[in-house]
């Protein structure tokens, strides 16, 4: 089966940052996608940026630019997100996503998804 594992989440203050990762394993293919999602609560669930392994691609939600940057090691199948300047409104559940295809906006596109790792930045 695909199991997805995330780790790194924590408090940190209005400034600081964090490093979430990724594991994947499972996956048969090589043309995987992995990315991450978040939610707040009371919120929908929003993406957050997607490395796509077959072409060595990213993708950046526009709240993120600048401040984000996704990684990924292709051949441990694993995705890093090192989030720098954080601020409260970045507080919510991060999520590692994944498919067989790309990288896509929707969470609906994901098959698959990790428990999720809380993220809160405090002011």
């Known amino acids: 089966e695909v199991h997805l594992v995330e780790s790194g989440g924590g408090l940190v203050r209005t400034g600081g940052s964090l490093r979430l990762s990724c594991s994947a394993s499972g996956f048969t293919s090589d043309d995987w996608a992995l990315g991450w999602f978040r939610q707040a609560p009371g919120k929908e669930r929003e993406e957050v940026a997607c490395f796509s392994i077959y072409d060595r691609g990213t993708h950046y939600a526009e709240f993120v630019k600048g401040r984000f940057t996704i990684s990924s090691d292709s051949a441990k199948s694993t995705v890093s997100l090192q989030m720098n300047s954080l601020k409260p409104e970045d507080t919510a559940v991060y999520y590692c996503?994944?498919?067989?295809?790309?990288?896509?906006?929707?969470?609906?596109?994901?098959?698959?998804w990790g428990q999720g790792t809380q993220v809160t930045v405090s002011s």
């Open positions: 996503v994944a498919n067989v295809y790309g990288c896509y906006e929707d969470p609906n596109d994901y098959e698959y």
